[in-house]
């Protein structure tokens, strides 16, 4: 049971385009939504979470929107560019990620010239 | 500071095999966890510990055991390796519970990558 369902799976935006990715879960005891970034052949880092108590965060390019009431939040990059190609993973946690992190299958993201 | 240190990076075994995946952290997390990697399945909790002598399930611990004797070492053993257990694994840690800003933030190991022929 896939209890953090992300999509699309793979993604390609034109340099300078905006890139999306959503995720929607099921759990209403989810309180922290962590997204994280996935160089090839390092392990995953913190990129940017929310709290269920605002409605957007933005760290420079970068954006959580979430939306409560239909259980969704969703990762805009703005001016994408070639080095935003990674692989990023949404995630939920309970307790204001002092639970266990559940995360999402993740989106492969390719950013061309 | 090292972060996060896993061992091997590379590792192939034989079905039946048994071996023991290392993570070591000097940065004195109180919880730390083991994840699998597949194609198309994301990142998924194998098992985790809250603290030394704590240790828990995850959403896929069959065939894997772990242990926490010290604060920095979390092992994971496969017991008798299948061809199903190849993957990349990822060891993370994470500060004290609720102890100030970034202690909720997972610091990921570089991975260790398994084919189980």
């Known amino acids: 049971q896939q209890q953090v369902k992300q999509s699309p799976q793979s993604l390609i935006v034109q340099k300078g385009g905006i890139s999306i990715i959503n995720c929607a879960y099921e759990n209403t005891a989810f309180d922290y939504f962590p997204w994280y970034q996935q160089f090839p052949g390092k392990g995953p880092a913190l990129l940017i979470a929310?709290?269920?108590?605002?409605s957007e965060k933005k760290e420079g390019r970068f954006t959580i929107s979430f939306n409560k009431s239909a259980k969704q939040f969703s990762l805009h990059i703005m001016d994408s560019q070639p080095g935003d190609s990674a692989t990023y993973f949404c995630a939920a946690s309970g307790s204001f990620g002092n639970e266990k992190l559940t995360f999402g299958t993740g989106t492969r993201l390719t950013i061309i010239p | 500071n090292a972060g996060v240190t896993q061992t091997p990076k590379f590792q192939v075994l034989k079905t039946g095999q048994s071996m023991t995946l290392q993570c070591a952290q000097d940065m004195n997390h109180e919880y730390m966890s083991w994840y699998r990697q597949d194609p198309g399945m994301g990142l998924r909790l194998i098992h985790y510990s809250v603290g030394a002598g704590i240790t828990d399930q995850g959403e896929v611990p069959n065939g894997y055991n772990v242990s926490r004797s010290t604060t920095e070492d979390f092992p994971l053993r496969l017991l008798s390796a299948a061809p199903s257990q190849t993957s990349v694994y990822f060891c993370a840690s994470r500060r004290d519970r609720g102890r100030g800003s970034g202690a909720n933030v997972l610091t990921f190991g570089a991975g260790s990558r398994l084919t189980v022929l």
């Open positions: 929310i709290r269920p108590d605002v």
